[in-house]
């Protein structure tokens, strides 16, 4: 019997047939589609004619398609969907893969013919895309260690095999604490807590196999009982065991992993002739230098901590008044910073979450998405990876643009956060091929399902990436949708959550839950007055999180990262009562694998860029302005990494912009 995961589709629109397949069918699919990809390489390097573009270049881009189909679904279930079965699966694979895509990097015939077209370029007659595409091909070799020789070669396999093992060890230990940590309530105990968080307490505690609510470690469940929980004691332990996922002792800690991780990086970097990982890894963004994003995030710093101590000092004052003979700690942060938000705005999260039912955002970003670019959103009713996950076909002009796929609901197999993945990609060659997307979120799940503001800016920022894959239109899969530079990537998700602030999209979509009625006015103005709350604290803990993993990646590599950790937070003066947003042994942004390590400030590089671009709609016709939108789609969504960043950027606005529209869309201006 042929494996399913191997067929071609003969399904809607080519979607994995997931009701035919099983845990079984990947191992088997992953060797042989491991081996036909071997094939296709040998064919490329072994070609005795000379090399071109077609031969060597276009072959490359059309080889593998098998192999992406069965990682395209594997790694979608294994990480909204995982068992102990996928979970083995992904410790196996990852050094297979990880040996594989070595072979390839570190074949010399084949790294003979790319560079042989790299120094003929010029007289190549090269479309722009494709002089882009030769340039990415030939610098992913070098960077790969193609040019090594000997001893220095067989070293940097190792290093990328463990690298990859570590990688999927670091993930799994903190999807092994936030599964297995809840905490119990008690009737007495849900006392204080609005009706939203105690629903969603009581599924989590079914889904647990609790006997009745419990909190868990998943952010959209925990940081609303931060808020609102009067007993102080329970919010410390909760805070606690959030703080330590990763770092318990035993099987599941990951210092000991990520010190290993930086040192293995450091020794990668400097095979390749580089100081150190920084300077690698940034060589290929916009930011360019470690230099550059120091500055940056430095020029934030100090008006966020400014703004952070000032918090601090009120809301230490109505701990005090509260009766809490106590210093202001970690723990206490959320909860009086929302009876400051109640008191200074007027607003109350219990107030507010009706208005944003999960439903309905989802209902604003699709209109968005529609007046902006003319796609329609149309339910389909086929097989997905969960019951949880909704589909739609996307359509322009009654063409067909792509699927969606979105995935709403935290669950125990499904690791922490947000993220947007294209199963299948977009582009032209070898054949056209229309993109596959997924949203993946962590929100609560009740009935009806109630999102806070920031849940519901995470759906929009979720779906702004989608945008970037959806509109994608090139030729070739290497630069399609999202394979544009790190500090890049964020700039389309980040611009497009300006749009859940439109006064329109509010009225029309922040309806309430149980009556239908809109959101009043003078609450949609409280919303979007208090845009700026406590940004000193949203600040601070990021950008220490920023500075901590830039740290990481300069010079030697950290014996200590906990240690290392601490010497930075001392001597940037982190606020004692504020945490990094996340702590080295949960920073899967750094330590899952290579994306953002050298590269958590790109969100705020991102969003000097989202402030200036959203300004550009701002100048023009309103937040719909049509030629905007057009211009968007021209010279951003629909590029993907075909040129280079800051060109894209100054097609749209002419010019690169400053860091004085992010300080002001932050509430942080002097």
């Given at each position: 019997?042929?494996?399913?995961?191997?067929?071609d589709?003969?399904?809607?629109?080519?979607?994995?047939?997931?009701?035919?397949?099983?845990?079984?069918?990947?191992a088997?699919?992953?060797?042989?589609?491991?081996?036909?990809?071997?094939?296709?390489?040998?064919?490329?390097?072994?070609?005795?004619?000379?090399?071109?573009?077609?031969?060597?270049?276009?072959?490359?881009?059309?080889?593998?398609?098998?192999?992406?189909?069965?990682?395209?679904?594997f790694?979608?279930?294994?990480?909204?969907?995982?068992?102990?079965?996928?979970?083995?699966?992904?410790?196996?694979?990852?050094?297979?893969?990880?040996?594989?895509?070595?072979?390839?990097?570190?074949?010399?015939?084949?790294?003979?013919?790319?560079?042989?077209?790299?120094?003929?370029?010029?007289?190549?007659?090269?479309?722009?895309?494709?002089?882009?595409?030769?340039?990415?091909?030939?610098?992913?070799?070098?960077?790969?260690?193609?040019?090594?020789?000997g001893?220095?070669e067989?070293?940097?396999?190792?290093?990328?095999?463990?690298?990859?093992?570590l990688?999927?060890?670091?993930?799994?230990?903190?999807?092994?604490?936030?599964?297995?940590?809840?905490?119990?309530?008690?009737?007495?105990e849900?006392?204080?807590?609005?009706?939203?968080?105690?629903?969603?307490?009581?599924?989590?505690?079914?889904?647990?196999?609790?006997?009745?609510?419990?909190?868990?470690l998943?952010?959209?469940?925990?940081?609303?009982?931060?808020?609102?929980?009067?007993?102080?004691?329970?919010?410390?332990?909760?805070?606690?065991a959030?703080?330590?996922?990763?770092?318990?002792?035993?099987?599941?800690?990951?210092?000991?992993?990520?010190?290993e991780?930086?040192?293995?990086?450091?020794?990668?970097?400097?095979?390749?002739?580089?100081?150190?990982?920084?300077?690698?890894?940034?060589?290929?963004?916009?930011?360019?230098?470690?230099?550059?994003?120091?500055?940056?995030?430095?020029?934030?710093?100090?008006?966020?901590?400014?703004?952070?101590?000032?918090?601090?000092?009120?809301?230490?004052?109505?701990?005090?008044?509260?009766?809490?003979?106590?210093?202001?700690?970690?723990?206490?942060?959320?909860?009086?910073?929302?009876?400051?938000?109640?008191?200074?705005?007027?607003?109350?999260?219990?107030?507010?979450?009706?208005?944003?039912?999960?439903?309905?955002?989802?209902?604003?970003?699709?209109?968005?998405?529609?007046?902006?670019?003319?796609?329609?959103?149309k339910?389909l009713?086929?097989p997905?990876?969960?019951?949880?996950?909704?589909?739609?076909?996307?359509?322009?002009?009654?063409?067909?643009?792509?699927?969606?796929?979105?995935?709403?609901?935290?669950?125990?197999?499904?690791?922490?956060?947000?993220?947007?993945?294209?199963?299948?990609a977009q582009?032209?060659?070898?054949?056209?091929?229309?993109?596959?997307?997924?949203?993946?979120?962590?929100?609560?799940?009740?009935?009806?399902?109630?999102?806070?503001?920031?849940?519901?800016?995470?759906?929009?920022?979720?779906?702004?990436?989608?945008?970037?894959?959806?509109?994608?239109?090139?030729?070739?899969?290497?630069?399609?949708?999202?394979?544009?530079?790190?500090?890049?990537?964020?700039?389309p998700?980040?611009?497009?959550?300006?749009?859940?602030?439109?006064?329109?999209?509010?009225?029309?979509?922040?309806?309430?839950?149980?009556?239908?009625?809109p959101?009043?006015?003078?609450?949609?103005?409280?919303?979007?007055?208090?845009?700026?709350?406590?940004?000193?604290?949203?600040?601070?803990?990021?950008?220490?999180?920023?500075?901590?993993?830039?740290?990481?990646?300069?010079?030697?590599?950290?014996?200590?990262?906990?240690?290392?950790?601490?010497?930075?937070?001392?001597?940037?003066?982190?606020?004692?009562?504020i945490?990094?947003?996340?702590a080295?042994?949960?920073?899967?942004?750094?330590?899952?694998?290579?994306?953002?390590?050298s590269?958590?400030?790109?969100?705020?590089?991102?969003?000097?860029?989202?402030?200036?671009?959203?300004?550009?709609?701002?100048?023009?016709?309103?937040?719909?302005?049509?030629e905007?939108?057009?211009?968007?789609?021209?010279?951003i969504?629909?590029?993907?990494?075909?040129?280079?960043?800051?060109?894209?950027?100054?097609a749209?606005?002419?010019?690169?912009p400053?860091?004085?529209?992010?300080?002001?869309?932050?509430?942080?201006?002097?």
């Open positions: 019997m042929t494996n399913p995961l191997l067929q589709w003969d399904t809607p629109f080519g979607l994995a047939p997931f009701d035919a397949l099983s845990d079984d069918d990947f088997p699919a992953l060797e042989e589609a491991l081996a036909a990809h071997r094939d296709e390489i040998a064919v490329i390097a072994d070609n005795q004619e000379l090399p071109t573009f077609a031969n060597t270049v276009e072959a490359l881009e059309a080889a593998g398609k098998k192999l992406d189909q069965v990682l395209g679904v790694f979608t279930v294994a990480g909204a969907d995982s068992n102990e079965t996928r979970e083995a699966l992904q410790r196996d694979f990852s050094p297979k893969l990880s040996a594989h895509y070595s072979e390839i990097s570190g074949n010399k015939a084949l790294f003979a013919r790319v560079a042989t077209l790299w120094e003929q370029r010029d007289s190549l007659d090269l479309t722009d895309e494709q002089a882009r595409v030769l340039m990415l091909t030939h610098r992913g070799f070098v960077r790969s260690g193609a040019a090594l020789e001893a220095e067989a070293r940097m396999k190792e290093i990328k095999g463990r690298l990859a093992v990688g999927t060890q670091f993930t799994q230990n903190l999807l092994a604490d936030e599964r297995n940590w809840f905490m119990a309530l008690s009737e007495e849900l006392e204080g807590l609005p009706d939203f968080v105690i629903d969603a307490a009581r599924a989590a505690g079914e889904e647990k196999g609790a006997k009745g609510p419990v909190i868990t998943s952010r959209s469940l925990i940081v609303p009982f931060l808020q609102f929980s009067p007993r102080r004691d329970l919010r410390e332990r909760a805070f606690r959030w703080e330590a996922r990763g770092a318990n002792g035993g099987e599941t800690d990951n210092r000991e992993i990520a010190a991780i930086l040192s293995l990086r450091e020794e990668r970097a400097k095979l390749l002739g580089y100081d150190d990982f920084a300077s690698y890894k940034l060589e290929t963004e916009m930011a360019k230098t470690p230099e550059a994003v120091e500055e940056l995030l430095m020029d934030v710093w100090g008006p966020a901590k400014r703004q952070a101590e000032a918090d601090a000092k009120v809301l230490g004052e109505m701990m005090q008044a509260d009766g809490v003979n106590d210093d202001l700690a970690p723990w206490d942060w959320r909860y009086y910073a929302e009876k400051r938000r109640a008191v200074e705005h007027d607003l109350d999260e219990a107030e507010l979450k009706p208005y944003f039912q999960l439903d309905r955002m989802i209902e604003a970003a699709f209109a968005c998405a529609t007046r902006l670019f003319g796609l329609r959103f339910p009713d086929v997905l990876y969960h019951p949880d996950c909704r589909a739609w076909e996307v359509t322009r002009d009654g063409d067909h643009v792509a699927v969606f796929i979105g995935d709403y609901f935290a669950r125990g197999s499904k690791r922490s956060g947000a993220w947007c993945s294209a199963m299948r582009a032209k060659y070898p054949q056209v091929q229309t993109p596959v997307v997924i949203n993946v979120c962590n929100f609560a799940k009740s009935n009806p399902a109630l999102l806070s503001y920031d849940d519901a800016r995470t759906l929009f920022h979720e779906f702004g990436h989608a945008l970037h894959q959806m509109l994608s239109n090139v030729t070739y899969e290497s630069v399609s949708g999202t394979s544009v530079a790190r500090d890049f990537v964020e700039l998700s980040q611009l497009f959550e300006h749009w859940l602030e439109v006064p329109e999209v509010l009225g029309e979509f922040a309806t309430h839950a149980r009556t239908g009625e959101m009043p006015q003078e609450l949609r103005d409280k919303v979007l007055g208090a845009a700026t709350f406590d940004m000193g604290f949203q600040t601070v803990e990021y950008v220490a999180s920023a500075l901590v993993d830039l740290a990481f990646h300069r010079g030697k590599a950290a014996v200590d990262p906990m240690a290392k950790q601490s010497a930075v937070l001392a001597e940037i003066g982190m606020p004692e009562a945490r990094m947003r996340h080295t042994p949960q920073f899967a942004h750094v330590f899952a694998g290579d994306g953002y390590s590269g958590y400030y790109s969100y705020m590089w991102s969003e000097v860029m989202d402030a200036d671009a959203f300004a550009a709609f701002e100048e023009a016709g309103g937040a719909f302005d049509k905007r939108a057009q211009a968007l789609e021209e010279h969504l629909s590029t993907g990494g075909s040129a280079d960043a800051a060109e894209l950027y100054v749209f606005r002419s010019r690169l400053g860091v004085e529209a992010l300080l002001k869309g932050r509430g942080l201006a002097a």
